[in-house]
Each structure stands twice: as C-alpha cells, then as structure tokens.
C-alpha cells in the first residue's frame, strides 16, 4: 500500500524574507520549522537587526540559498522542549550569531563557543548539526533554538534597541574586555556606524578615555553626542598627524579594506588595533607595525558566558543601539541605505509590523 508523503503542518511554515539567489535583494518566501527537541526554545520573533554582515552574506560571502538572514534577534517564546529549564513561553528571548557548537572544544567548555574548534553553527546559512538543514536566521516570523544559545534580555533594555547587541554589541564588547579596556585606557574607534556606535558607547561606559575615528564629517556632532570625548577625520592627515603615538588600543569596525598605516600611526608603543569588520586584506605598511612593536589583531563575535556578561552590563549602563525602526517590506530599502552608509546608526526590522 502506498501513502502519500506527510504533509508539513501549516503552523510550522515561517514566512520570511530571503535571498533567492546572490543578487543581493530580499523576498517574501517560506519555510518549514524543524520540530522542537527536548533542549529547544521555540520564538516569533519581534525585532532583527540588519547587519552589515547580512550584506556580505547575501553577496559574495552566502553559501545556501535560498537564505534568510538576520543574527541580530529579539523574540518572545512560544513553545520549549521537555528539557528546558530557562525559559518559559511568554518569556522574551534573544539569540545572536550562532546556534551550536561541538560543546566539547576547549573554548565552548569555556563558554567561547564563537571559537569553537569546528566551528559554531551560524544562526543562518549555516547547518544543523542533527539534521543537516539549512539554518535560517532572524528575518523571520519564527525561530528556535537550543536554549544554551538563547539569552534572557534584562528588564529595562528597550526591545528594539538590544536586537543590534546580539551582534555588534557583543563583537565590540569581547575584544573591549579582552585588552583590559577601562580607566586610564585610551581607545579609538574607526567607523561609526552599526558596531563602532556601540564601539563608543561601550569603551566610553568601561571608562575609557574614547575618540571617534569617521570617515563622514557629518558624523562628528553624533559621534560626541554618543560618548567620544573627541573625533578625528581619516580622510585628514592633518588630523591623524595630531594623534601620532596615542592610544593603547584601536578597534577597528571599517567594513571594507581602507588605509590603516596612519591609523596605525596613532597607536602607542605596544598598541594594539583590533580589526573586526574582516576585509580581503590589511592596507598596511609593515614598517608601521615594526616602528612602534605595535600589532594587527581580529576578534570573533563572542561566547554566550561573555554574552550574558555584555548584557548586564548593557543594562546596568543603560546602552542600547541607536536604531532606524523598519517594517518588513522596507528591508530591500535599508540594505541598500546600510550599503550606503546612510543610517544612525543600525535598522532594525519589526518583524511584526504590517499585521
Ligand atoms: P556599518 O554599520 O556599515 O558600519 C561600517 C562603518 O565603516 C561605516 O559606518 C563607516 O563609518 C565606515 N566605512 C564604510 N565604508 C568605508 C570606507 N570605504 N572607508 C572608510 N570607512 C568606511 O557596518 P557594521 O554592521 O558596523 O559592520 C562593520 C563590519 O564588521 C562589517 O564588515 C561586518 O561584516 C563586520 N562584522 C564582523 C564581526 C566579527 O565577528 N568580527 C561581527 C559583526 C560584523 P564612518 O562613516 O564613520 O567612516
Ligand atoms: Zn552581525
């Protein structure tokens, strides 16, 4: 006897929007949720932020499409597994970068799963690590996740501007903490926009002595309103000459290759830049680096226990992003302003709008 095969539940369809192909644009399409499993938090998601990441990955960095992206994530659970002791449906839930681990390697044991020996299973584009499937990220109406991957967002933090902490707060606060950031330290941030914004804020909030390094002179009243205690023009060598030998510590947030041999100029003896915005490559004279013992360096995104740790610490000093509210079908519309430079400081889409 033949039977027909199973048909997917209705109420397991997400609709979302993707990447049907690597052109770059984003449509309305569907997918079927994975069943729920003992360790699994089930959410709809609230809001998503749009990182400069997503654009990467809808371009030259995708691997599956089609692909729905989104690791910048706000949710309300809806349903949890047999084995879940953290959450509760009704609970607001917030998932970042990644989903999985090995949960085995030295550095997920030590809660540093962004550096897990095999490498975590990314929040979209990634797969599964049970079945196999293609892992869809935040520009979703649903989501689910293990609950070791899931964060509880503390009281007080307004909802659509802590989606963009689950990224680019986490990815600037990581390496913050892990070159000893604090009082006394003077830090540069380059390129104020979704990551370096918090960048500022951040370093400012850690106690830091904070300049902001922008390539957009109308950037500067917004990057002291957010924090620097002052600004420099990087397309002003003048003003980079001013800053020769200054800082302990630059993170870089520059999304694309740019000249980093003046900036690295600016850095003490034994100054450390950390660049996080992953270009093809350093624009960088060796001479540079050898004339002061400084050092190039890059940072990951972050651990859940350093995740949780940058979640309180949102809260206690009362940083969120500085956020664009958008509705779904405007997501076409700000990729192309985020690829444009053209936002204070990140989208985030209400992913409930337009019901
Ligand atoms: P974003 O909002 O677009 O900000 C990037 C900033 O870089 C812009 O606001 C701009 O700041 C500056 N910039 C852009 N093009 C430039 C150019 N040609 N020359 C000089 N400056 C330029 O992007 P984001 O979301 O913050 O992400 C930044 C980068 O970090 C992306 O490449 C993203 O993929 C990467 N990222 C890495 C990690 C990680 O784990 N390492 C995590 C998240 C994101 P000004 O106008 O102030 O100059
Ligand atoms: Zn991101």
Redesign the pocket.
Known sequence: MSSLPAQPSPLRTISAHAALDRDGQLEPWSFELRDLRPGDVAYDVLYAGI???D??MVGPWGRHFPMVPGHEIVGRVTEVGSAVTGFAPGDVVAVG?MVDSCRECAPCVAGME?YCEQGPTTTYDGLDRVDGSVTRGGFARSGICDERFAHHVPDGLDLAGAAPLL??GI?CYSPLRHWKVGPGTRVGV???????HLGLKLARALGAEVT?????PE?VDG?LALGAHDVVL?RDEEQLAAKANTYDFILD????T?PLTPIMSTLKLDGTLCS????DHFDVAPMSLAMARRSIA????GGTRETAEMLAFCAEHGITADVEVVKPEEINEAMAR?AA?D?A??FVIDMRAGD
């Open positions: 990182c400069h990441t654009l990467h970068t962004s990224c680019a990815t380059v390129g104020i926009g979704g990551l370096g902001a390094f922008t390539s957009s950037k990057a990087t947030t520059v999304s694309t740019h996080l915005g992953i270009p890059s940072s990951g995104s985020l430079n936002v400081y990140r």
